[in-house]
């Protein structure tokens, strides 16, 4: 397992990308069903409708999570998507589903201090192919 330890960093970027590619998706076409999760405050701060809302951040999540996944731009894309799920937690609050929020915020921080792992573009594009 020792050598193994050198993937983690590509297994916990991979593994949040996956969450907020199937978020965002999951955003897209199921609109109705996070409306609810909008607060009044922000539909009133942006004058949009609650499914405008819940379509940009969709179509949001849907593009960092697919930088994420492929490790372009890592260090950018994770600072923040950690800043997007730390205002998401604010939000929220500290219920269960804030807990959950909180816990991907300091995962997407981890992959922010990480930066490029063995397995992203970025390294690939800089000719760091190599552990």
């Known amino acids: 397992m020792e050598k193994a330890k050198i993937y983690a960093p590509s297994v916990l970027r991979i593994g949040l990308a996956l969450v907020f590619l199937w978020f ?3 955003q897209l076409m199921n609109n109705q069903a996070w409306t609810a999760y909008i607060p009044q405050s922000v539909i009133d701060i942006s004058n949009l409708s609650a499914t405008t809302l819940v379509y940009v951040n969709g179509i949001f999540e849907i593009v960092f999570g697919t930088l994420l ?3 372009l731009l890592t260090r950018f894309t994770a600072f923040v ?3 997007h799920m730390l205002d998401i937690t604010y ?3 500290f219920d269960s589903i804030g807990v959950r929020d909180f816990g991907l915020s300091i995962a997407a921080i981890a992959v922010w201090l990480y930066g490029a792992d063995l397995l992203t573009l970025d390294r690939f594009i ?3 192919v190599q552990p």
């Open 126 to 128: 800089r000719g760091k």
């Open 24 to 26: 965002g998706t999951d």
């Open 69 to 71: 996944l492929l490790g």
């Open 81 to 83: 998507l950690a800043l």
């Open 91 to 93: 939000v929220v609050g």
